[in-house]
């Protein structure tokens, strides 16, 4: 059996093609930073028609999904998805099984497939991008809550807020990509959308001071979330997915912060980095179909 696979983004769409042993036998990507249902829709069935050879349809999304039947609830960083019954638009369009899963609990889900956390009963995944997601894996169980709404980390305070407004002091505000290039470009008063993680993370190994502060501050925010998270749940490992983590010293930097609390927060790298969505969709999507035939 081949899943096309897909792992809707803030910015980019990944379509793929994936047999049961989690190999990807294709892949491509499109720009999807316009947030546009009908035009992320289109792509989707127009990568179904290159690839006919799919029997099911793998999703994972941002927002609060409903696993079972592939209802999204609110679309996160993808907002015309909200009170959107996905999985039923593509069967109808389609006649293919599918299903679609949280974006974040999807990277999770493929690290317990293929990854490091294989032989792992306690672990957890934060997802670091546009926005920030979580997933949380305890007593050999995904962890969903009460509404599917677990693992929104993003929410987690940093620091105490002054003010009614406590978004600012989230770790969604703070520990994200965007808060990254946003806190910089305030700071320096250039826009922006003239600038990219990639540019921050080089100004500071330049030794810009601004940059430095910035940086320093992400990590220290980072920190501190892990630490909040680490003394809840008490996983064997965090891992960490997203594009921050192909920097090299990533975990090095990470670490240092983490040594002020003097307890062994053991953290990792995501296996899979930008497939992790994909794979993880698809192995929602086979053990949704495993369940139905028990």
């Keep these: 059996m081949n899943i096309a696979a897909f ?13 049961r042993q989690g190999n990807i036998l294709a892949s491509d990507s499109s720009d999807i930073s316009h947030n546009d249902r ?36 609110m679309g996160g960083t993808v907002r015309d998805f909200d009170r959107f019954h996905l999985s039923q638009w593509l069967t109808e369009k389609t006649s293919l099984p599918a299903t679609v899963e949280n974006d974040a609990h999807c990277a999770l889900l493929a690290e317990r497939w293929l990854g490091k956390a294989k032989k792992l ?13 979580g997933a949380a894996f305890c007593n050999g169980a995904l962890i ?7 693992g929104e980390f993003g929410c987690l305070l940093t620091s105490r807020p002054t003010d009614s407004n406590i978004e600012p002091h989230t770790m969604a505000q703070s520990c994200t990509m965007t808060a990254l290039r946003e806190n910089y470009a305030q700071l320096s008063g250039q826009p922006a959308d003239d600038i990219s993680g990639k540019d921050v993370f080089d100004a500071f190994e330049q ?20 630490y909040n998270l680490f003394s809840v749940f008490d996983p064997q490992t965090i891992f960490i997915g997203g594009g921050i983590t192909e920097r090299e010293s990533f975990l090095q930097e990470l670490s240092q912060q983490l040594e002020k609390y003097q307890i062994d927060i053991r953290i990792d790298t995501a296996t899979y980095g930008n497939d992790s969505g994909m794979l993880g969709a698809a192995y929602h999507f086979l053990q949704s179909q495993q369940s139905e035939l028990s």
Aim: glycine share 14%; proline share 3%.
């Design 207 to 226: 030794g810009d001071e601004l940059a430095q502060k910035v940086v320093n501050t992400f990590y220290q925010h980072l920190a501190a979330g892990l």
């Design 121 to 133: 009963n306690d672990f957890m995944m934060l997802t670091i991008g546009t926005g920030l997601g």
């Design 7 to 19: 792992d809707i983004g803030g910015t980019s769409l990944k379509m793929g093609v994936i047999d």
């Design 38 to 73: 009908d035009k992320i829709l289109e792509q989707i069935i127009a990568w179904l028609k290159k690839n006919p050879s799919c029997s099911g349809i793998a999703v994972s999304t941002p927002g609060y999904i409903d696993p079972d039947n592939g209802y999204i609830a």
């Design 144 to 150: 969903r809550g009460g509404r599917n709404r677990a």
